[in-house]
């Protein structure tokens, strides 16, 4: 029989509602399936304050003389915007602003009524956990052609923006949207990835720059990062930002000044040592989506972990229609020649194949597309599109790999040189164009030593370099940093090997190393004490891994001021897109953020078992996991954390945990069978759309019990349930949360 904790004095003495505001009319734990899915949103509604100066703005954009949207127009309003959902409604705080760069994205609906497309920023709240994104014209995109697309880039492995129709209201007009989020944080960590640098092409030059004809400047325009905040906020962004921009430019230098080879439309930062951009053109060309192709509507990742780029899809206008003999006006035979220097691997081929015959993507398709027949007078009979653009899709796959088969031919690489150098140099001279050129940038005392081409040093801020790599600009001159080769590979501190386990296996220079295949006993033993280890694509199956590390002083530290190193790694041993079946972890010492961290994983760990931790005993992120046993000793902060992902674990067993026993985080669902926690100043948390359930639960010293609440804008509220309860701590719940407690 459930009794609610209301119903009981005692029980009502132990939970305490936090102050936390509540922009929506319901508890958002309660609803956190639904808040993840566009399908309940019923509409958008956006009222501007100033709304004359908000039409006027408009009327502007429609009479300029341009043919494309001049980018002094593009105005900040501050606005109002509500999200109707089937079971309530909330409200947030924000500002829009035109989108797009061409007269595409203003138009008329019936009767004369102006729309634009709009870039909307929430102060407050988010929309299926974004804080920016576009409501775009879907002619814009192509329409539902561009749902199709992203989602079966996402269902790929790509990264790929939510991307939906919605009914959208500005100021009492209505119309059908493409909602489609912007490329963020909660992009990246929407697609699995860690939040991380993200460039794109600087369009600065490319149209409305000064006197000059649009396009007309292609062969000085190379990239620019567009999520300067993480660069600011530690030493370890700086290092990772820096190389990867010098690597980026590299590519873009020999882009832009061999514009006719490259044929407009190829470039590859990872210097075609991984498959990650063939796969992404190939992908593109086979939905004819050169459009995204085109250098400057180009977006990158950088991953830290794997030190390699990865594009993020934006801007397709795909088609799904019969193959053209021309792509973005080229031959497609000439581009096939130009970006393929190997066959697509056949495993590609087949995910590929598995999902365009899968029943998830044609149900996700059907959900996203649904609002377009609300306001159309003529109905789409979206279920004969989607049958049509699968069976093109995949008629187009197999036309585009018998055609790379059959003409492949060997490429030079792109690689950085000077004469791609002197070729971008003499180009900007030639033009014109006033811009100068910082060719090394050199840390000292937390600044930067900028030299320039003219051989002048300058001492920077931190923060000019921000402005620098992300707006081109310097002091209020455009200023752009090339890329220096010593920042193209990060400092040398480790060392990998190649191993029958894994893909990789990559170690600080320090660490010693035992193996035993026949006994599947993986042992690793720390020199110094913030010494680390990456596992990538392991498979353990039955196999004992143990890492021995230093154990903690009370002079020990941290080397870094971030979470994570130079190289991305956040734990002493760290499992990247790892299987586990059987396994057994067990960690002592070391002096990293996280004793264990998994990444990106999967399937049945037997044991994991850390004593001594200095912070975090045991991180999992965005992983599938089922595990048998947790034992935790002495942990500096977190026993056991846990992020976006699904996990059950049968039994926990709890040492004297600083901070957290367990906290579940960042949309991520937790089942636990049995838990014994002793010394903790709190016991579970459910955070950011959480969702736990525990079954039986004894917790001994500790301050806070349990906690449910939420703490980024991008989420809600969490989730809890318990059963069998025994603490004598207090129980605290926020505004947006819920919790249940379940006795017999």
């Known amino acids: 029989m459930k009794i609610l904790c209301l119903l009981t004095p005692f029980l009502f003495f132990l939970l ?16 956190i399936k639904e808040l993840l899915n566009p399908i309940y949103i019923q509409n958008i509604q956006i009222n501007v304050p100033k709304s004359a100066k908000y039409a006027k ?18 105005k900040k309003f501050q606005a109002n915007v509500v999200i109707n959902y089937q079971f309530g409604k909330c409200e947030f705080k924000g500002s829009i602003k035109q989108s797009g ?66 009914e959208v209201g500005v100021n009492g007009v209505s119309s059908t949207m493409l909602f489609q989020e912007s490329a963020r944080k909660e992009l990246l960590e929407r697609n699995y990835r860690r939040e991380g640098p993200i460039f794109e092409g600087d369009e600065a030059l490319l149209w409305s720059f000064e006197d000059f004809n649009n396009f007309e400047l292609e062969n000085i325009s190379l990239s620019r990062m567009t999520n300067k905040n993480w660069f600011m906020k530690g030493d370890s962004s700086q290092a990772i930002t820096l190389s990867a921009y010098s690597a980026l430019q590299s590519a873009y230098l020999d882009y832009a000044t061999n514009i006719d080879k490259t044929l407009g439309l190829i470039i590859f930062p990872n210097n075609k040592e991984s498959s990650e951009f063939s796969e992404y053109l190939f992908a593109l060309l086979a939905m004819s989506g050169g459009h995204a192709l085109r250098p400057h509507n180009r977006k990158f990742y950088f991953n830290a972990i794997t030190s390699k780029f990865e594009s993020i899809y934006y801007d397709g206008n795909v088609s799904f229609k019969k193959l053209a003999d021309k792509a973005m006006g080229r031959p497609l035979d000439t581009i096939l020649s130009a970006g393929f220097s190997d066959n697509v691997s056949p495993n590609f081929i087949d995910k590929i194949a598995d999902l365009l015959n899968s029943e998830v993507l044609r149900v996700e398709f059907s959900d996203r597309v649904r609002a377009f027949n609300k306001s159309k007078t003529s109905k789409v009979n979206f279920e004969k599109f989607f049958n049509a653009a699968i069976a093109q899709y995949f008629e187009n796959v197999q036309y585009l790999e018998n055609k790379i088969a059959n003409m492949l031919t060997d490429l030079n690489e792109n690689k950085m040189n000077r004469k791609s150098k002197v070729k971008f140099l003499k180009a900007v001279k030639n033009s014109g164009v006033s811009q100068n050129h910082i060719q090394n940038l050199e840390v000292l005392d937390g600044k930067y030593i900028a030299t320039f081409h003219s051989g002048n040093q300058q001492t920077i801020s931190i923060k000019d370099v921000s402005k620098v790599i992300s707006r081109n600009n310097l002091n209020g001159e455009r200023t752009v940093f090339i890329g220096n080769n010593s920042h193209n590979e990060l400092q040398k501190n480790f060392n990998t090997h190649t191993v029958s386990f894994a893909k990789k296996l990559t170690m600080s220079a320090g660490v010693k190393v035992r193996v035993s295949e026949t006994e599947k006993i993986l042992t690793f033993i720390q020199k110094k004490e913030n010494d680390w280890v990456l596992i990538h694509s392991g498979e353990f199956n039955g196999w004992k891994i143990e890492f021995n590390g230093i154990q903690k002083t009370n002079n020990s530290k941290l080397l870094t001021n971030q979470r994570f190193n130079q190289n991305g790694i956040t734990g002493c041993i760290n499992f990247y897109k790892s299987n586990f079946q059987n396994t057994t972890i067990k960690v002592s010492g070391g002096v990293c953020e996280d004793s ?16 001594s931790a200095f912070a975090d005993a045991i991180d999992i992120d965005f992983s599938i996991i089922d595990i048998s046993e947790i034992y935790v000793v002495d942990a500096g902060n977190d026993c056991f954390d846990v992020s976006g992902g699904s996990y059950r674990v049968s039994n926990i067993y709890l040492n004297n945990c600083l901070d957290k026993g367990v906290s579940v985080g960042e949309g991520s669902t937790l089942f636990a069978t049995n838990m014994e926690l002793n010394n903790a100043n709190i016991g579970v948390s459910s955070k950011d759309l959480s969702k736990v359930e525990i079954l039986n639960a004894q917790l001994n010293d500790i301050n806070v019990c349990l906690e449910a609440l939420q703490k980024k804008q991008e989420f809600g509220g969490g989730s809890m349930t318990v059963e069998n309860l025994e603490c004598d701590g207090i129980v605290e719940v926020d505004i947006n949360s819920v919790y249940e407690a379940v006795l017999h």
Do not use: M
């Open 16 to 31: 305490s509602t936090s102050q936390a505001s509540s922009a929506c009319d319901f508890k958002t734990g309660k609803h």
């Open 596 to 611: 264990i961290n998994i990444i990106n994983s999967s399937g049945a760990l037997k044991s994991v078992s850390v004593d």
């Open 57 to 74: 703005n408009l009327i502007k954009v429609f009479t300029s003389s341009s043919s494309n949207i001049p980018p002094e127009l593009k």
């Open 101 to 166: 760069d061409w007269k595409d994205h203003i138009g008329l609906l019936s009767g004369g009524r102006p729309y634009r497309s709009l870039n909307v920023k929430l102060d407050t709240g988010n929309v299926v956990s974004a804080v920016q994104f576009k409501l775009l014209i879907p002619k814009t995109r192509n329409g539902e052609n561009e749902i199709l697309a992203s989602l079966i880039l996402k269902k790929l492995g790509l990264i790929s923006p939510e991307t939906f129709a919605v």
